[in-house]
């Protein structure tokens, strides 16, 4: 049973480890993962490592070739787009349930939070981090909590993505405008209001994103060198 327990923790380390290198953007799309370099980087063996890889497959961010070669998973466009619909129905669906539950010490947090994201703009692995906080919170007033966990999924796959974005073009979205008169929305308590809200502003920021990874899914095809330039007049919400 020792082993059983020491097996578990070492795989949760190995999970954290990689799922942490996805998301921060420090392991790139189609990044080929050695589980032996990876034990030993963490000096532990290989079998918690395959667990854990087989553990991030299972969540959509390494995808597992038949050969048993493991890679940092690269989305389309396509599928980034599909995953920014699915979000963008979902929040619009937790802000309506929020609203409904909103109170005054919840929307001070809110706004607390926005302040707290604010202060990051010049770190962009931070500011998206503190604005998933802040969304999240949205979610979180809702009594739907089995919502607010699938929103928070799409969020996580799409985070490397918007992250390598950011990294070459060093931008976030205009400076507080667009969270302000989300948060205003619901302070109206007016449900159609804050959900119409809520849908532009999920909706109309990944379009900037969406083009990117088109131009960057046809670059890598023709000339995989060429350096892209950023589309879309959106930022990122």
Not at 88 to 106: C, F, I, K, P
Not at 138 to 160: D, F, G, Q
Request: contains cysteine; glycine residues 6%; aromatic residues 4%.
């Amino acid at each position: 049973m020792a082993f059983d327990g020491a097996l578990a923790t070492a795989q949760q380390e190995a999970y954290h480890f990689l799922r942490d290198q996805i998301l921060s953007g420090e392991l790139t799309g189609n990044s080929r993962l050695n589980p032996a370099e990876i034990a030993d980087q963490l000096g532990i063996s290989r079998m918690p490592v395959r667990e854990a890889l087989r553990q991030l497959d299972a969540e959509g961010l390494v995808t597992m070739r038949p050969n048993r070669a493991a890679f940092v998973s690269q989305l389309s466009a396509a599928e980034v787009e599909e995953l920014f619909e699915i979000r963008t129905a979902l929040e619009v669906m937790a802000v309506g349930h929020a609203v409904r539950h909103l109170t005054d010490d919840s929307l001070a947090e809110l706004i607390a939070l926005k302040e707290r994201m604010d202060r990051a703009r010049n770190d962009n692995f931070e500011w998206v981090k503190r604005h998933e906080d802040f969304h999240q919170a949205i979610c979180n007033i809702s009594p739907r909590k089995r919502l607010a966990r699938e929103v928070a999924r799409m969020r996580i796959a799409i985070r490397p993505h918007l992250l390598a974005y950011m990294k070459i073009f060093d931008r976030v979205e205009m400076p507080g405008l667009e969270h302000s008169s989300l948060i205003d929305a619901l302070a109206s308590r007016n449900v159609k209001r804050a959900e119409e809200e809520m849908r532009q502003h999920v909706a109309n920021p990944g379009m900037g994103l969406i083009e990117f990874l088109r131009k960057r899914d046809s670059e890598m095809t023709t000339s995989p060198g060429s350096r892209l330039s950023p589309l879309g007049s959106g930022g990122h919400r």
